[in-house]
């Protein structure tokens, strides 16, 4: 005999087995609530005597975050302050198989999708430096903002932490 749901139950309305209460709220952890909690201790400082500390700190522990929610790649863009490179696939010679040309066709995809990949996951690492940057980091003198603007809109994760350092 097999279960049925009931045709008055929506999609909204169900709860999971074990992880809601009585009243219909749930008792695990929301995603909703501080979702900054994973960059509890990350913050970027300017002109404070323990910047230097702060940053060494925030650096290994948004390094430790960039491995593991995103790649390699971004952890070490931030600890090494090293951009990945992504090589063309060596192209088919001179009148190829068809199946040569398929698969150089193939290989140049995924090269343009893991350098799409890289750019999406290195504006998000740069977007949560932004926001982790104290009020004085971000009121730094119209000067440093222009070049900031600049670094901005290239998400310069790199130029950023060596503006920060």
Known sequence: MSASVSSNTSFGSRRSAGNSTSDGRSNCRS????????FNGIKFAFGRPDQVPIYLQ????L??????KMNNNMCKLVK?????TFPKPKAPGKDPAKHVVDEH???MKRKLDKEDKYNEDKAKLFGIM???????MKDKPEAQQTELEKLEDNNDVIGLLDMIQ
Do not use: F, I, W
């Not at 995603?31 to 994973?38: G, Y």
């Not at 390094?63 to 593991?68: E, F, I, L, S």
């Not at 090494?80 to 990945?84: D, N």
């Not at 932004?130 to 004085?136: D, V």
């Open 31 to 38: 995603d909703r609530a501080n979702s900054h909690d994973e």
């Open 58 to 61: 925030s650096v290994k522990k």
């Open 63 to 68: 390094g430790d975050y960039a491995g593991t």
């Open 80 to 84: 090494k302050k090293v951009e990945a």
């Open 105 to 107: 066709r193939e290989l």
């Open 130 to 136: 932004m926001t982790q940057c104290l009020p004085e």
